[in-house]
């Protein structure tokens, strides 16, 4: 086996083999709590393509890329402006670290009182806790800017747009990326555990219900899903990080 | 002495339980019953098969659910009734008086708040629904906790909510307007409140479980009879405030629970779409011939 198809090959044969022990430990299961892989997977053929997508997935989606969305945008602004000035980067500092540290999931009943219980929470509760590590890492990415080229602008004159378009933000890439890819983790958790309170809709919502409902091979297939979400998220945004740091390679090589 | 574990929520209903204690109607039949809070059947159902607990109190909605998915657990014995009378209904449906709701019929389309879906809350409000000629698919319900309605109905996110004392006393002072009385209206004279266990457990102590009825039996009774006993107990186990136990009504305590009684919740769970169609609940009532 070449390199190449041992990279493409690897990565899949242990989720395969996960799989099949599963599917071979749960046949026949008589189990209520572990019901069988086959039907658990009749389950979410049945739920999940696609009849419940519109009224659980949707929701789900819309309040993880608008709450990460939002994130980004303020994240990556904020951190630029932070990060230009060394003084404000140490005057905010601690703040951000306690803020950072504060779990949003404490926040939901207060959001619950003051914002609802609808779509408008969530995103809120989303982006109180993924906007941290983006701007945090932006933050440290735009102060890593290397001194020399500090330098060579200044004495350039460069115009501070071109400044931060073309020398800050590429020199951050990299590390604003990391801080997005943290950043979909939380997203995922809080989209999850927001939809525990006050939810009639959604992925978190749903399995709830299924539990309360002893909807066992339900409550298993919308886990698999959520875990199949967060994968698919997660691979998309490695394929926009590896277009937009195309660059970045190319650098390096 | 046979000591017994049983799972109860700290409300009125329960107050038979205490009754029995205090009453020494367990000392009599030679079982120490430790009464212990439960938060809802999702949770309290496991606990009577991993034997965490032997009994736990609960509305019929989940208990049936439960079995018809398979999970085996027998109903030992009623508890109470919903109402037949609204003036004995500590539960009202309420809207905020500029909502355009102001009765049952007005609620297609609207948006209301239980709290829990495809529990006994929603299904007595699809039956007074549908009683008032609408479609429970036309109307949006959702599950808001106690706590948060009144706050959902005054910032208009939902147009109706279905609460319980004390939250009903609070919505009423708020200015919101019952609208309707679901349980009375939709499930009135049915079983509330139900003492369900472990099926392993019923079939391996067929004589725990006939004293334990036979005790929660007698409580019921002198329950009925002494309306102050209840209100003597209800601050031991209860949150309520001396105002609210002055002013509540005592729940209608019967043990008594018929096969019909269970037929009648699985026909209406199965019309509003709470369980698939054809579960047979006649394994449900546990017997003491065990057949």
């Keep these: 086996m070449n390199a190449r198809a041992a990279r493409i090959a690897l990565p899949a044969l242990v989720p395969i083999a996960l799989i099949a022990i599963w599917w071979f430990a749960s046949a026949g299961s008589t189990s209520f709590y572990f ?210 740091l195309a660059w970045h390679r190319k650098s390096r090589t | 002495m046979t000591e017994l574990t049983v799972g109860i929520t700290p409300i009125a209903n329960a107050a038979n339980l205490y009754i029995a204690i205090d009453q020494g109607y367990f000392d009599d039949e030679g079982l120490v019953v430790t009464p212990s809070v439960i938060q809802t059947a999702a949770t309290a159902i496991p606990s009577l098969l991993n034997d965490e607990l032997q009994l736990a109190l609960m509305t019929s909605v989940p208990v049936i659910t439960a079995a018809s998915k398979g999970l085996p657990v027998v109903v030992a014995s009623g508890n109470d009734r919903y109402p037949v009378d609204g003036v004995g209904d500590t539960t009202a449906l309420i809207a905020a008086p500029d909502s355009g709701v102001s009765s049952v019929e007005d609620l297609a389309d609207k948006t209301v708040a239980v709290v829990g879906l495809k529990s006994a809350p929603e299904l007595a409000l699809r039956v007074v629904l549908e009683e008032a000629g609408v479609d429970p698919a036309d109307v949006e319900i959702v599950e808001i906790a106690y706590p948060d309605m009144v706050s959902a109905l005054q910032s208009d996110r939902v147009d109706a909510a279905f609460v319980v004392d004390p939250f009903l006393s609070e919505a009423e002072a708020a200015g919101l307007v019952p609208i309707s009385q679901p349980f009375t209206e939709g499930l009135g004279g049915m079983t509330a409140l139900t003492w369900v266990a472990g099926e392993q457990f019923a079939n391996a102590n067929p004589e725990t479980i006939t004293k334990f009825t036979t005790a929660i039996q007698r409580a019921a009774e002198y329950a009925n009879e002494n309306p102050e006993a209840v209100r003597a107990v209800l601050p031991t186990f209860t949150s309520l405030s001396p105002e609210a136990i002055e002013n509540s009504v005592i729940p209608l305590y019967d043990s008594s629970l018929s096969e019909a009684d269970v037929e009648n919740y699985v026909e209406l769970m199965e019309r509003e779409g709470f369980i698939e169609a054809g579960y047979d609940p006649s394994d449900l009532l546990w017997k003491t011939d065990g057949d």
């Design chain 1, 35 to 244: 019901p069988p892989l086959e039907t658990i997977l009749r389950r979410f053929r049945e739920l999940w393509l696609f009849a419940l997508v519109p009224e659980h997935v949707v929701p789900s989606l819309q309040a993880i890329l608008a709450g990460l969305g939002i994130s980004v945008v303020l994240g990556i602004a904020l951190g630029v402006v932070i990060g230009l000035s060394d003084y404000v980067a140490t005057a905010v500092g601690p703040v951000l670290q306690f803020l950072r540290y504060l779990p949003a999931v404490a926040l939901l009943p207060l959001a619950i009182q003051l914002i609802g219980i609808g779509q408008d929470m969530r995103i809120t509760i989303i982006v109180l806790g993924a906007l941290w590590p983006i701007l945090l890492n932006t933050i440290d990415g735009v102060r890593g800017t290397p001194p020399a080229f500090v330098d060579v602008a200044r004495s350039n004159r460069v115009r501070t747009v071109d400044w931060i378009f073309r020398i800050v933000l590429p020199n951050a890439g990299p590390q604003i990326f990391a801080g997005i890819r943290a950043s979909l983790a939380v997203s995922v958790i809080l989209m999850f555990a927001s939809e525990l309170l006050g939810a009639s809709r959604g992925i978190g919502y749903f399995i709830l219900q299924a539990q309360r409902q002893f909807s066992i091979p339900e409550m298993w297939s919308g886990m698999l899903l959520l875990g199949i979400i967060g994968y698919a998220l997660n691979l998309i945004l490695m394929v926009i990080e590896h277009h937009v």
